[in-house]
Structure formats: structure tokens, C-alpha cells
């Protein structure tokens, strides 16, 4: 990465409503590595958003939760993309987001969240997802089988839960599959980024919305034209809307995940403005 485009990054981050204390003083390999685990997430977070998507625009019957089930279908795809070499680390790094996310809301470690605290989701989403992506790949996911605690057994009957998690999701979707003629379009828009430029600029610079788009109009025939959006939306969030056949990915949520490394997982001190 240039480092110019680093230094709009520390610029992002002095008007970020808690500022880190020395942003210039961070080592340029650290920027780079939350730049990474920000886009990783991006990744993650919007082919969630496109397994809510699914479900509405092919209506998809869903059992249990549709946040576990766009989660499941998520990893999936992310799992089954030959496309793309970089999506087993989008993976690893989405569920360190989702791991952290839980640590950082009750400042304590994983043997104490309850199941009953609403902060426990997001580790109970990092484990669901951690168990598929060991289920489907135990080699290339020993280290973060290991990270997690998972012993052989767990393992073992994760890839059981991979193994069943797919074939229901194939037999869904088998019947939206593109077998000659391709869908409607998905539509990709870019709206102004402000003061968060540089989250907007490596968006583009990785095709993360277009990459996305591109696989799932390869893949399923949809039967209206379907948009996906960045744009600043004045908080750190994404979200599929029905009404608009749309998928918004917030500037604000790169930003905040940028931050989340440098802060929560490196342990850069920070102050509040
Ligand atoms: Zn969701």
C-alpha cells in the first residue's frame, strides 16, 4: 500500500469520534494490517447482507433465525469461492471482528459471557462461523480450530455441521440456480464518503461490492434488479432493504473495524475527545 493513502487513513482516524492518541506514531505495518482486517470484514459483512438479500428477493424459506441462516449461507459462499484466494482470510478475520466486538463490549474474556447477555451473540456467531470453516477445511484452519479451543471431536462433528449446513442450503437454492440464461443486474453505487474517503477508496481499489455482485449474479438468477450501496449512513452498520431491493454498506463500519484492530486486538492506546 502507498503510503500516502496510509496517511489518509491517520487522517480518517483524527475525525473519528474517539481518537487514537498518536495516530501518526502507529508503525506503518500495523495501518496495513487494519486496513486488511477492515476490508476482510467489509467482505464478510456484505455477503451476510447478500444472504439476507437472497432469502428476500428468491424467498428462501428460513428455519430458526434469519441471522444465523444469513450468517451460515455467508460462510458458505465465502468457503465455495474458487474466485478468490483472499476468502479464507476474509473468514478468519470476520470472525476475530465478531470475537473481539464481544471481548470489547464486556471487557472480559470468552469464559465470561453468558448465554443469556445479548453481548454472548457475537461470540456464539464467531464460534458457528469458526465451526464451519473448520468443518469444510481442518487443514487450512488448524490455527484458528486451535485459537478457539476446539478439540478433534469438536472438529469432527463440525464437519457434520459443514456437511449439513451445505447440502441444505444447495437443495434451497438448486432451484435459482443460473443454468443458461443469467438473472437481473446487480448495480453497484459508490455515494460520497467524506471524511471517511479513504474506507470508499480502498473499496473500490479491492472490487470488494463489485467482486460480490459479480459471483452472485453468476451464480443465482434473480428476479429483479438488486443494488448494492456504500455509502455514510451516520452510523457503523449494514443492512438489506427489501422495499428497495438494496444492500447498504456504511462507510462507518470499515471505520469502526479499522479502529477495533488498532485499538482492541494490537492494543493502541486511545483517548476520548
Ligand atoms: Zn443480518
Known amino acids: 500500500?502507498?503510503?500516502?493513502?496510509?496517511?489518509?487513513?491517520?487522517?480518517?482516524?483524527?475525525?473519528?469520534?474517539?481518537?487514537?492518541?498518536?495516530?501518526?506514531?502507529?508503525?506503518?505495518?500495523d495501518l496495513t494490517a487494519a486496513v486488511e482486517f477492515a476490508m476482510h470484514d467489509a467482505t464478510f459483512t456484505l455477503y451476510h447482507e447478500i444472504g439476507h438479500m437472497l432469502v428476500g428477493e428468491l424467498g428462501i424459506p428460513v428455519l430458526?433465525?434469519?441471522?444465523?441462516?444469513?450468517?451460515?449461507?455467508?460462510?458458505?459462499?465465502?468457503?465455495?469461492?474458487?474466485?478468490?484466494?483472499?476468502?479464507?482470510n476474509a473468514l478468519v478475520d470476520a470472525s476475530d471482528g465478531w470475537y473481539f466486538n464481544a471481548v470489547k463490549s464486556t471487557g472480559s474474556g470468552v469464559e465470561d459471557f453468558s448465554y443469556y447477555d445479548e453481548h454472548s451473540l457475537d461470540i456464539q456467531r464467531a464460534y458457528a462461523m469458526v465451526c464451519l470453516m473448520v468443518g469444510k477445511d481442518p487443514e487450512a484452519f488448524s490455527q484458528t480450530a486451535e485459537a478457539y479451543e476446539l478439540d478433534q471431536d469438536r472438529v469432527d462433528s463440525c464437519a457434520y455441521t459443514y456437511d449439513q449446513a451445505y447440502t441444505s442450503w444447495t437443495y434451497l437454492l438448486e432451484p435459482h440456480a443460473v443454468a443458461n440464461e443469467p438473472g437481473a443486474e446487480i448495480t453497484v453505487t459508490y455515494e460520497d464518503a467524506g471524511d471517511l474517503d479513504a474506507f470508499a477508496e480502498?473499496?473500490?481499489?479491492?472490487?470488494?461490492?463489485?467482486?460480490?455482485?459479480?459471483l452472485v449474479m453468476s451464480r443465482y438468477?434473480?428476479?429483479?434488479?438488486?443494488?448494492?450501496r456504500a455509502a455514510l449512513c451516520g452510523e457503523s452498520n449494514a443492512y438489506y432493504s427489501p422495499s428497495d431491493s438494496e444492500i447498504t454498506y456504511c462507510y462507518e463500519l470499515a471505520a469502526d473495524m479499522f479502529q477495533l484492530y488498532l485499538v482492541d486486538i494490537l492494543g493502541h492506546s486511545f483517548e476520548e475527545e
Open 221 to 228: 438468477v434473480l428476479p429483479g434488479p438488486v443494488t448494492f
Open 202 to 214: 480502498m473499496l473500490k481499489e479491492r472490487e470488494v461490492l463489485e467482486r460480490a455482485a459479480k
Open 64 to 88: 430458526g433465525k434469519e441471522e444465523d441462516a444469513a450468517d451460515a449461507l455467508a460462510t458458505i459462499m465465502l468457503l465455495t469461492d474458487d474466485e478468490d484466494m483472499d476468502s479464507y
Open 1 to 29: 500500500m502507498r503510503a500516502s493513502s496510509l496517511a489518509l487513513f491517520a487522517l480518517a482516524l483524527a475525525t473519528a469520534p474517539v481518537s487514537l492518541a498518536h495516530a501518526q506514531d502507529i508503525p506503518e505495518e
